[in-house]
């Protein structure tokens, strides 16, 4: 336990800014599960609604730091592969 009161005040920063993090990578990762079971039912509509909450749920992520901007972007470009693929099989 730290004695200097901004080692403490650091501390609680951490805190909150891992749970802010925390939120953020979890909610990306939801948006993408939601996109992949879009994708299952085969509705292109709801594959496209929920491609577009996770792009941006993602790039969001990337603009304050709690993922990297390349992870953003190579999630981003796989699930719009798996899109294509399944898209262009129905």
């Not at 080692?7 to 951490?14: E, M, N, Q, V, W």
């Not at 948006?31 to 790039?59: H, I, M, P, T, W």
């Amino acid at each position: 336990m730290p004695n200097i009161r901004s080692s403490k005040k650091d501390i609680r920063r951490t805190k909150t800014r891992t749970l802010r993090n925390k939120a953020n990578r979890s909610k990306v990762k939801t948006y993408r599960k939601r996109v992949l079971e879009a994708l299952s039912k085969g509705d292109a509509k709801a594959v496209q609604e929920a491609y577009n909450k996770f792009a941006s749920a993602a790039d969001k992520a990337a603009k304050s730091n709690s993922i990297h901007k390349n992870k953003a972007s190579r999630l981003k470009s796989r699930v719009a592969a798996k899109m294509a693929q399944s898209l262009q099989k129905a």
